[in-house]
């Protein structure tokens, strides 16, 4: 049977065995898969979002937003451990992440402290310049509610859309030659390009999930 990387079924001990070599991938997938909690499709997602922008963002406090199970600032501290800390919100956090976590800090024991997880509105927490703030698939407009977040912190920010309401989020007068969910993304792009960000279109693969346009911003100075 095939492995489809955006399934949402659990990974769990019985996937350990596709996992058996020695690359830091491999080691966090076992991690997931001994916690018996995670949807496959969740793990590539992270993983595919992290190591790209680590790629252009090192350092800084990582703000995870919109967390769901935090999986995303876990990978961005332990692939750049110059990051001293990374704080995850969410409005309702999974039931099962404390799972999650446990099976991550007993791989990952120093990283463990400097994950701080909380379960509030993304207003809440005050954001600097030196913070790197990413969500990952944070649903339709809860995106544009990222971007402002990050843009009214002057913060480096990377987003990976999801669900698209066409009335909910700007299209900038692009939904005549693209569809609604491109015209978008192609919004928020401008608009983070107004604001005197440096930007950088990407995608992570479409084998784990259709909605796979990665937007990353970075000040100018």
Same mark, same amino acid.
């Given at each position: ?16 065995? %596709? #996992?058996?070599?020695?690359?830091? #991938? ?8 001994? /916690? ?20 252009? #963002? ?13 999986? *995303? ?25 404390? %799972? ?13 402290? %400097? ?37 009214? /912190? ?12 066409? %009335? ?32 950088? *279109?990407? *995608?992570?693969?479409?084998?784990? *999930? ?12």
């Amino acid at each position: 049977m095939q492995f489809h990387h955006g399934s949402r079924a659990h990974l769990s001990p019985h996937d350990l065995g %596709r #996992f058996s070599g020695s690359t830091l #991938f491999h080691k966090l997938a076992r991690a997931v898969c001994a /916690a018996d909690c995670l949807p496959r499709k969740e793990l590539y997602e992270s993983w595919e979002v992290a190591r790209r922008v680590r790629r252009r #963002f090192k350092g800084g406090r990582v703000v995870d937003l919109a967390c769901g199970h935090a999986l *995303t600032a876990w990978i961005m501290l332990i692939l750049d451990g110059d990051s001293p800390s990374a704080l995850a919100l969410d409005r309702e956090l999974p039931k099962n992440l404390p %799972r999650l976590h446990a099976a991550l800090a007993a791989s990952w024991p120093a990283v463990a402290p %400097r994950v701080v997880v909380r379960q509030c509105d993304l207003a809440d927490e005050p954001l600097s310049e030196h913070d790197v703030v990413v969500a990952t698939h944070a649903c339709g407009a809860l995106t544009d509610r990222v971007l402002e977040r990050a843009l009214s /912190a002057r913060a480096r920010v990377a987003v990976l859309p999801c669900c698209h309401d066409a %009335r909910a989020s700007d299209q900038a007068g692009l939904g005549g030659w693209l569809s609604s969910g491109l015209a978008i993304d192609v919004a928020r792009a401008n608009r983070l390009s107004r604001a005197g960000y440096r930007i950088y *279109t990407q *995608t992570i693969p479409e084998t784990i *999930t259709p909605q796979n346009r990665l937007l990353l911003g970075q000040p100018l100075p």
